[in-house]
């Protein structure tokens, strides 16, 4: 499984840059993980907050040995899945709840060497990709191989295959990403019979695998990518050069879009995480200037560093991260993971408006108030109860979630009339 891997995986290049220092406001915001106790020689499921850099260890599971890049959580249930080893040939897959550390299942599976495992938010739904040898190795430096697109059911290692694509046959390492408003998959790949250095971005359709659409070679190396199913973009690492790297959006059609002008020497692979509902990207990256790794947490709907921690990793490395988006799952896909509150004393006050503006009656702990319209798609964010609406905005129903500093959220529903 790991030569599989290494064969058909590309590796993440790493390049040299400066990084700034930042202070920004303060967010709570919680990554689930893997950190090895060296002194326990034990791996520990625990709960990571980026910003003060702290660890609450919420499992320990007394196995040293797990297989990098191998994690995923479920938005449906907030199970964290990921894959051990004991001898390097045969594999567990291990769910834990990602709230309490408790340990849901454990499945043995000898032939389940998927990475870029990504989540429908809508169906709960698990598509990955699997690299298939097609020639024998003994007369060839190096095997040929084909990629399959499945489809997975973790808590029973079950593995079906939708389609095998022959267009590509390496992945670039953590760059899938999985568009729930369309069901599409995309992912940076390359096809090294035709050229070893051209990536492209592939977007394949989650029900059939086919290959929807491909862009032309990528401008730029790409070393990771998140989706923003709440604006309907994806963003990432870029290698802009010989020896700097910058968070970067791309479209469609392959076209960069740099997020910041601060440059980073690397970023660790598995440390990397994205927050649906505040759309926060948080990753461990390093400063090449004193050489030392740091954790950022960055906003990137306002392009603004929320934190930027620097962190001892031999003392405090925890991978395989992965961000719980059940809230996000429930209130936007009408999921029932997460109960969402609707409040009878919190009105919309005119409703249905008339007008360019209405407000929040009964509110409590206000926070913030993100409008989106039927589709999904975030229109705006207010910061006091008064909405001021844009005088762009069209007849039609809207979706409010009204953010309180107890915690909780109030899901509301408004009708613009013009």
């Known amino acids: 499984m790991k030569n599989l891997y290494t064969i058909c995986f590309c590796t993440l290049n790493i390049v040299f840059a400066t990084l700034t220092m930042y202070a920004g406001n303060q967010s709570d915001i919680q990554v ?3 950190r090895f106790n060296q002194e326990l020689k034990s791996t520990q499921f625990v709960m990571y907050n980026p910003i003060a850099n702290t660890s609450l260890v919420l ?12 994690s995923t959580l479920n938005p449906q249930n907030g199970i964290y899945y990921f894959s051990h080893s004991q001898d390097s040939k045969n594999y567990t897959l291990v769910g ?12 043995s599976t000898n032939d389940l060497a998927i990475r870029e495992t990504e989540y429908d938010f809508k169906t709960g739904t698990l598509y990955g990709l699997r690299p298939k040898k097609i020639e024998d190795d003994s007369n060839l430096v190096s095997p040929g191989y084909v990629v399959e697109f499945v489809r997975v059911n973790p808590a029973i290692a079950q593995t079906d295959v939708i389609k095998t694509i022959n267009e590509f046959d390496q992945v670039v390492v953590n760059t899938s990403c999985y568009n729930s408003n369309t069901g599409v998959f995309i992912v940076a790949a390359k096809n090294t019979k035709v050229s070893l250095s051209d990536i492209r971005l592939y977007f394949i359709d989650a029900q059939t695998g086919n290959i929807l659409h491909r862009t032309n070679p990528l401008q730029y190396q790409l070393n990771a990518i998140q989706y923003n199913n709440r604006t ?8 802009t050069s010989t020896n700097s790297m910058q968070i970067a959006s791309v479209d469609s059609n392959g076209v960069f879009t740099m997020l910041s002008d601060e440059t980073f020497a690397a970023i660790y692979e598995t440390h990397i995480a994205f927050d649906q509902m505040n759309s926060l990207l948080t990753a461990r990256v390093v400063n090449s200037e004193l050489y030392k790794p740091y954790t950022i947490v960055f906003n990137v709907e306002t392009k603004e560093f929320v934190s930027n921690v620097p962190v001892d990793v031999t003392a405090e490395t925890v991978h395989e991260w992965e ?8 209130m936007f896909y009408k999921t029932s993971s997460v109960e969402i509150e609707d409040n009878q004393e919190v009105e919309i006050y005119p409703n249905p408006t008339y007008l360019v503006g209405c407000s929040i009656k009964g509110i409590g702990n206000f926070v913030r108030a993100d409008v989106y319209t039927v589709n999904g798609n975030l229109i705006h964010t207010f910061t006091t109860p008064e909405l001021e609406l844009p005088a762009s905005i069209s007849s039609g129903t809207y979706t409010i979630m009204i953010h309180r500093a107890v915690g909780d959220v109030i899901l509301k529903q408004f009708a613009v009339v013009r």
Not at 323 to 330: K, L, M, R, V
């Open 32 to 34: 689930s993980g893997l």
């Open 59 to 70: 499992h320990d599971f007394g196995y040293s040995t797990i297989l990098v890049g191998s």
């Open 96 to 107: 834990v709840n990602s709230k309490t550390g408790d340990v849901v299942s454990q499945v």
């Open 232 to 239: 309907n973009s994806f963003i990432g690492f870029a290698t």
């Open 323 to 330: 961000i719980n988006n059940q809230e996000f799952a429930s």
